[in-house]
C-alpha cells in the first residue's frame, strides 16, 4: 500500500491551498483523511471522510476546510480556504479499510506554511 500526498507549501494568510492523497495497492478503503502535527504538538485529526460521504472536521477548521474523495481513484482531497498561520503544520494523509477499520495506513507528510 502507498499513499501519494501532494499539495503543501508556503502562502499568505488568508490564501489557499489544495492537498491530495492517492492510495494505491488497496481496494475498499473505508475512511480517508487528513491530520496535522505542528512543532511540539501532538498529531490532530484534521478532516476525514467516509467512503458514503461523510465528513467530520476538528473544530478549528469548520467553515474553511473541505474534504472530498475520489472513490473511483482512491484519492482523497483537503481544500484550505482562509488559511491562518496556526494551520502552520505537517500534514498526513490516513486511510483505513478492514471490517473494523483495523488496518490503517500513512503517507508521507505534506508541509504546509502559513505566513502573517
Known amino acids: 500500500v502507498q499513499l501519494q500526498a501532494s499539495g503543501g507549501g508556503l502562502v499568505q494568510a488568508g490564501g489557499s491551498l489544495r492537498l491530495s492523497c492517492a492510495a494505491s495497492g488497496i481496494n475498499s478503503i473505508n475512511v480517508m483523511g487528513w491530520y496535522r502535527q505542528a512543532p511540539g504538538k501532538e498529531r490532530e485529526l484534521v478532516a476525514t471522510?467516509?467512503?458514503?460521504?461523510?465528513?467530520k472536521y476538528v473544530d478549528s477548521v469548520k467553515g474553511r476546510f473541505t474534504v472530498s474523495r475520489d472513490n473511483a481513484q482512491n484519492t482523497v482531497y483537503l481544500q484550505m480556504n482562509s488559511l491562518k498561520p496556526a494551520d502552520t503544520a505537517v500534514y498526513y494523509c490516513k486511510i483505513e479499510a478492514g471490517i473494523f477499520n483495523d488496518l490503517y495506513y500513512w503517507g508521507k507528510g505534506t508541509q504546509v506554511t502559513v505566513s502573517s
Open positions: 471522510m467516509t467512503r458514503g460521504g461523510r465528513a
